[in-house]
């Protein structure tokens, strides 16, 4: 099967700002949850992960431009290999007894100071996004779902910092 150059990098560009939501969505959850649920979580999206990444594979054989097989299953095994990663870092954590969730005043601090580094990152993505609308035109569509995926989970952060006081 076949598909425009177009269509295979909005594609890739959707698949990177669903991953790069996923931290941060799953940055702000840990935070709100505890490391026990990020330890949870981060086994399930490595599975995905794992599933995502075969899907791709996949796509590189039926698909034309294979790339794009090649990139999803690119993007699919940094998500897998990171979930992977952290989730036995808090392992190693929790056997040293240390999975215990963030009392609330130190949860409020880690929510407000992530809250806003992901909406500064928006913010930063979004000022691209509108150059990138000027020169590109209809690709930058993909942008400013990047800038959602970031300014979502920042404000939800930020949300649940304020709550916390």
Known sequence: MSVSNAFASGTLIIAISVAAAWGAFL????AQRGPRWAQHHLLLAARVGVGAALAGLIGAALVDPAWLGWGITYVALVVSWLAFTVRRSLLRAAEMGLDEPLPAQRRQVVLARSGR???????????????????RRWIALADFVLVAALAVPGW??????SEAR
């Open 27 to 30: 940055s702000v959850r840990s």
């Open 156 to 161: 939800m952060a930020r949300r649940s910092a």
């Open 117 to 135: 580094a992901l909406l500064a990152a928006a913010a930063t993505v979004a000022a691209l996004a509108l150059v990138d609308l000027a020169v």
